[in-house]
């Protein structure tokens, strides 16, 4: 499965989750792993894994500084 399969699977999971499903199931690794309400952090620390790894995740920058 590609990154960005997994990805897509990855946040179709967490909306479940969000949007009150108990128990979401996904392909990581070659594993199926569940996730719960109580690990929402777990799978968004995923999904950020995940985006970093496509370069598609948001961007963080300093603010900008005005000099007068």
Known sequence: MSTKQQLMEAKSAYHK???GQAVVRIQRD???VEFRAADRSELRAYITELEAQLS???IRRRP???SY
């Open 30 to 32: 070659g594993k199926t």
């Open 64 to 66: 900008a500084r005005v």
């Open 56 to 58: 598609t995740g948001p």
């Open 17 to 19: 989750l969000m949007t």
